[in-house]
């Protein structure tokens, strides 16, 4: 008989078993036992088991659906859920038969969009079954009985996610992390339902990005020219790596603060700092009173808007120190003409809304932090303001999102900041939308982002240290507002986590205990 299974944003699936019998549902309370994570806004599921056998088990497209063997999205997904669910099994001999023996895929749009790239307005919805790759639910489900066998229960799920902007950012400047690293950890993202990869890719510290346009930004600017370095290959095959999980990619580039390894390629782009009346030998930000500043960002990021896909950069903004600013007798003159007197946040303001205007011709909308809001930039209706800091924050989420702006929020999920013990509870407990505001202003907050830091973080570290802390925002931003019970969350996570450590990912442990998969040399 048929079973009926469909998965949103317009996808029906429908599973092929024998003999599907209809038993009581479990209550919700009860879902310890199956460990979902993060866990979907209604779920029901029966205590009748069937039986998946990788010799006869196989996902394929329904002859009604609109896409088909050429949807590279679907058919990467159905090649990868079939791994995570059997791995080593499929190779054995067939020793069961399955009471599941196919899954049909039926995309009822018209137009599949298997060529598109994720964006704020996909839509993740599922109903009644979770089926890749737009929901990652579904191999969840499934799990090994005494005899070693996979079994999935009966089961219903209607499930969507409570914040559109679910991200994670990882720093690749303080130290580079290496292709194999970002790829890994864009999987956990996937296995976790974060959609948004926050790459920031350079800083003061080194410009690993190989511009095609400034080749000299990291050849003079990257810890080695050739080895630490992202190449334009390296950028589109995280790209379409994240495409495929429903993932997108917003890279930042920071000004005009948090640039000196810029200045190594970029002739007279930092500001000269002065030491009296003489140049001090250092620099400082991006020089904001130079024509030849605005006509290099000009061109740097008419190259950003065609590389990177997503509708949004996030052009940074934070911290900028005016002291070099201040020792400049160039910049104090240009502060007389322009009336400033000795406020350089209008100066940074300055800088900041003409490269806003740069970007803006590029036609892409952009993201920046929230200093730039507080400095009174005048932003287009649509950025995204980005709440970083922890003191004031429901403060900040009240004056940004009065003034109409869709703000994310990252201030309380600093993942950098580490503590013995279990400091992802403090990240689970964190309620997003708990400021002073109306029901319209909470509305314009459309998510968050965890963030890891790169100064004490590399490829050894990187890792473990994310995962899976990241995880309790990841249910914090999916699911509904009333999930809350920290002990419940503790058995779904701890099993959670066993899932990643058997797919390879070497997610730190919650506390005492042990995987089974540990037995298996992971």
Known sequence: MYCLLKCAPLILAVAVCHGWLFGDFVRKQELNEI????????????AVAFKLSPASFQIV???????GPSCSILENAFRRYFEYVFGDLKSRKKVYDSDLVELQVWITSADPECDGYPSLQTDESCELFSLPPLCSTAPQLVYEDDYGANNINKTEISDFPRF????ILLDSSRHFLPLKVILANLEAMAMNKFNVFHWHIVDDQSFPYMSRTFPDLSQKGAYHPFTHVYTPSDVKMVIEFARMRGIRVIPEFDTPGHTRSWGNGIKDLLTPCYSGSSPSGTFGPVNPILNSSYDFMTEFFKEISTVFPDAYIHLGGDEVDFSCWKSNPDIQKFMVQQGFGTDYSKLESFYVQRLLDIVAATKKGYMVWQEVFDNGV???????????MGNKME???????GAGFTTILSAPWYLDYISYGQDWQRYYKVEPLNFPGTDAQKKLVIGGEACLWGEYVDAT????????RASAVAERLWSDKSVT???NAYNRLAQHRC????????????????????????
């Open 35 to 46: 460990s979902l994570w993060p866990i979907p806004q209604k779920f029901q599921s029966s």
């Open 61 to 67: 497209h329904a002859k009604q659906s609109s896409a």
């Open 164 to 167: 559109a902007h679910r991200g």
């Open 378 to 388: 005048k932003l287009k209706d649509d950025t995204v303001v980005e709440v970083w």
């Open 395 to 401: 403060e900040e989420l009240q004056n940004v999102t």
């Open 461 to 468: 570290n990187l890792t473990p240290r994310l995962w899976p």
């Open 485 to 487: 019970d920290v002990g």
């Open 499 to 522: 899932r990643m450590v058997k797919r390879g990912i070497p997610a730190e442990p919650l506390f005492v205990g042990h995987c089974r998969q540990e037995y298996m040399g992971l």
